[in-house]
């Protein structure tokens, strides 16, 4: 079994910055890529940035201002928050397509909650 878990969510204001983080854990073989969603209040959950051995990718709200890194050893992920906006408050999801003990596949943590006040 494969848990994600997220965590360094917080309440900041305008321009603050936060870390958030994403190990995995379990019967791992193998991480093909992991990154990072988003779903604000009364949206539809939407792509921020991932990253893999093919390169690291950003959606356009948040070049610039959020950077991902990833501790392989570690098996985990990070986003880096620079500039915060309130626009950027959702809950923050890890996802990770990798290998188990089963068919290679996404698999999701529980969100962690970024809010940002003006």
């Known amino acids: 079994q494969v848990h994600l878990v997220e965590s360094g969510g917080d309440l900041v204001h305008t321009g603050e910055s936060l870390r958030l983080s994403c190990a995995a854990s379990?019967?791992?073989?193998?991480?093909?890529?992991m990154g990072w969603y988003r779903q604000g209040p009364g949206k539809e959950r939407e792509w921020v940035a991932d990253?893999?051995?093919?390169?690291?990718y950003y959606a356009d709200f948040v070049k610039g201002r959020f950077t991902i890194s990833r501790d392989n050893a570690k098996n985990t992920v990070y986003l880096e928050m620079n500039d915060l906006k309130p626009e950027d408050t959702a809950a923050y999801y890890c996802?990770?397509?990798?290998?188990?003990?089963?068919?290679?596949?996404?698999?999701w943590g529980q969100g962690t909650q970024v809010t940002v006040s003006s």
């Open positions: 996802n990770a397509h990798l290998c188990s003990d089963g068919p290679c596949r996404n698999f």
């Open positions: 990253i893999s051995s093919e390169g690291i």
């Open positions: 379990g019967i791992i073989f193998s991480i093909n890529s």
